[in-house]
């Protein structure tokens, strides 16, 4: 009896201590667990808020506590999850290094998965940072840098997008009006109006120079190579150091715009706006954007099966040297991944980029930090490969049940990647080769 008692007594107090450290560990937890104010809010300051703040594209603001907690739940799974921010990379292979990643690191997901999971806190309102100011929509972003709004603004005419209408793709052409020819340090493109943004899906600018055989060798089309986009995520790009783009006397604009009703008559137009350097000033590189389909024996030659899938690539040959500065593909709903290579005149090759979960409702422009961005030698191809599935387990599949072809409509589809290439000769590109080599600079991402 003696015994039992003693140990109904051990196990009592072995429960007792058993009931405490949960308790004590959870404490533990709580106190050690992420809150909002002095760990998430900058993390939403810094890849979130861009989109997510009032009167912007998101459905919903996370500007404050108040409004983001009732989300927790949802920012939780799409952030572990990689779905949100929008950056659709492989960051399993190619160049990881670049000036406009937004995409979240391991650490910041873990710092808002232990957030979500201890509760939300919200932390010490003392704590939370200044708000983060953001470019405005309604003016030049680039005229500080430059010291006033840009030199030439180009606009498309005024177009009325009915409210209940089918998609339409307006093409209108408008001189530029330069007598001289003048090199392009930056560039920026926006609808006009924030009414306009609802309604334009995206906006192409097009260079026709029919002077300028460089740029019509690198055109898709009519001798009018793409000069600038506007799209979700994308207005605009300021060159690199000591490199530009040529626009020839008697050049033309040829807008492209994708307009899309949304249930109220909105008119709009497209602004185009260019920043020249200084008469007399050139820069050593010139930057041609090309097209680069991947779409073997033409970009029309698309067939995808109903409830099948489709793989096609294409190479392109670098007639210069070059560095490749940026990797933008460019599908449609079928889209499903696209990656771009370089075979080197010695036969290797190299994984540049691969967006291995392409969404087309972002269209990502993968711009390469500085001292990433791939120098390649005279010759070099590059291989564009596209993924197309036109199945049930395509989430953005409309119809799998229909064959799909080449189309501009989004229910057809297209295959190709706008990437800029800043040309050089042979001397040159040894020359930034070498640059590379020296210790303060990184060679992250360089052949």
Partial sequence: M?????????????????????????????SQAPVFTKDVAPILQDKCQACHRP???????????????????????????????????????????????????????????????????QG????????????NDDVWNFAGQFGGPPDLVIKSPVYTMPAQALDQWYKPVVETGLTEARWVRAIEIRPSTVKGRRITHHALARLQQDNDP??????????????????????????????????????????????????????????????????GQEPKYRQVLASLSSIAGGARNIDIPPNGTFVSQNFHVMRQAGRVENFQPHMHLRGKAMSMEAILPNGTTQMLSHVNNFNFNWHNNYVYADEAAPLLPKGTILKITSWYDNTTSNKNNPDPNQWVGWGDRTVDEMGHAWVNITYMSDEDYQAELERRKTPVASSAGAP
């Fill in 2 to 30: 003696v015994r039992t008692a003693h140990r109904l007594i051990g196990w009592a107090a072995a429960i007792a201590v058993t009931a405490v450290v949960p308790r004590l560990a959870t404490a533990q937890q709580a």
């Fill in 55 to 121: 009167g912007y594209i998101a459905p919903m603001a996370f500007m404050t506590y108040e409004e983001t907690r009732p989300w927790a739940r949802s920012i939780k799974a799409r952030v572990a999850a990689r779905q949100m921010p929008p950056w659709h990379i492989d960051k399993t292979v190619g160049i990881q290094h670049f000036k406009n990643d937004r995409s979240l690191s391991d650490a910041e997901i873990d710092t808002i998965v232990r957030w979500v999971d201890a509760g939300a806190p």
């Fill in 124 to 135: 010490n309102p003392k704590d939370m940072p200044p708000p983060k100011t953001f470019a």
């Fill in 214 to 279: 460089e740029q019509s060798a690198n055109a898709d089309g009519g001798g009018a190579g793409l000069f600038m986009e506007w799209a979700v995520g994308k207005q605009g790009e300021i060159m690199r150091a000591n490199s530009g783009k040529l626009m020839m006397p008697g050049s033309k604009i040829i807008f492209e715009v994708h307009y899309h009703a949304v249930g109220e008559e909105i008119a709009d137009q497209v602004e185009l706006g260019i920043y020249f350097y200084p008469k």
